[in-house]
Structure formats: structure tokens, C-alpha cells
């Protein structure tokens, strides 16, 4: 049927305009499931693990005793969990009995509160990754990706919001496509997912407003960036840290 082969031509053209494009999936798909350990995968960065489980770097380097500059190898046995501690074994033990006569104590004096920081301040100054109309905001029970998602037109510039290290370049996370994952200080790291094409390498420096890639299409099919903010490996509203448009 002419219809038929109309199709096949249309769906030929959208294949061949879309060079160097990493699968996209819908939100949800891409979540690992909870584990103790993880297997180094080539490819895999100490960041781009951690942030696959939602765990702080710094706090995945420290129970695997693995110092900066982070190096990780294939086949590698990681521990995505803190190890079992003597008081934890120690609570585990039966009960001793109780004196005969026990002395009486004092109440317990309670622990100072920690004030809570201001969630939008922040030493670094951001700026917008790219131009477009926001079509998904931030959520905190969302399931899958936990960031905003730009609208915009397909190959335009993606840029770093802030000055970094490129801590991971690739496509290695399910569900984000071409992946750029920066590094600002100890405390923030950003991501810049369904790139078409990446233009950074890991290892690189960059200063905000850089260039670091051009934009692919999301899962609705259209032309889409979406970006992240985590604060000590936590997915933070990058809407509150970015100028007013």
C-alpha cells in the first residue's frame, strides 16, 4: 500500500536526522534497583554510580576507601551501603542482666537541633543550561528522574551553569540519553541529559555558560534537555537556585 511505504520513509528520515543519539525512555525506566555492591561496568565513573543510586560520592569513596582522584576499574566490587559497625553487632547480642540494685539517673539532657540551612543558598552562581519553555517541573515523589525539562529546538547549545570538572560523558545511565554530568565543588553536581551530541570529555574543565553539548529529543519526541541539581548526592528544585527569566 502507498501509505504503507510512506510510513517506512517517514520513520527512515527521523532515524538518519538523529546522529549520535543515545536511546531515551520514559520516566521510571531507567531506576536501579537497591544493592549492596555494584560490579564497575566499563565506561562507569565513581559519579555516574553514585548518581545512578542516589548516594553522595564522597559518601561511596569513603566505605570503598577509595581516595581522589576517584579512580574505578572495570570489574571492580563496590559497596553502595555503609558496612555493618561494632555497636550495630553489639545490639544484635542478648540483653545482660540487670543489676539488683540500679542506681537512678538522670533524665537525658536533649540534643541541640541543627538549624536548617536555606535550601537556595548556595556559593555558586548559577545560570539557565539552555533557552527553552519549562514542560516538567521538579518533584519530590516523582517516579524515575528527579529534575525540570527544557523545551526547546533540536541542535541548540547546551551549556554548563556553572564553572566545573566534567565528571562523566557518556551514555551509560538508562534513561538520560547522552549524558553530561558536572562537577562545581564538593557539595553540587549538575546533569544535562538527551543530548544529541556531547562536546565535552570526562576530566574537563568549564566555565559557566560553556558550551558542553547540543540538544537531542526527550520521550515525548520532541527536542528536550533535562537538567539536574543534586546537593550532597540529593536531588534538589533547580528552580529556586537559577535566575528569574
Known sequence: MWWRALLVAQLALLVGCAPNMAPVYTPGE????????????KGD???SISWRHGLDYRTVARWNRIDPPYTIHPGQRLRLTAAATSSARAS???????????RPQSPPKPAPVAARSDPVTSPVAWRW?????LVRQFATDAQGKQGIELQGSFGQPITAAAAGQVVYAGSGLRGYGNLVIIKHNGRYLTAYGYNREILVREGDSVQAGQQIATM????????ALHFELRRDGKPVD???????K
Open 30 to 41: 531507567h531506576r536501579q534497583p537497591v544493592a549492596d555492591h555494584y560490579v564497575v561496568q
Open 45 to 47: 565513573t565513581l559519579y
Open 92 to 102: 544484635s547480642r542478648p540483653p545482660s542482666r540487670p543489676a539488683a540494685s540500679p
Open 129 to 133: 543550561p539552555a533557552d527553552g519553555r
Open 216 to 223: 537531542g529529543v526527550g520521550p515525548g519526541r520532541e527536542a
Open 238 to 244: 533547580p528552580i529556586p537556585y537559577l535566575p528569574v
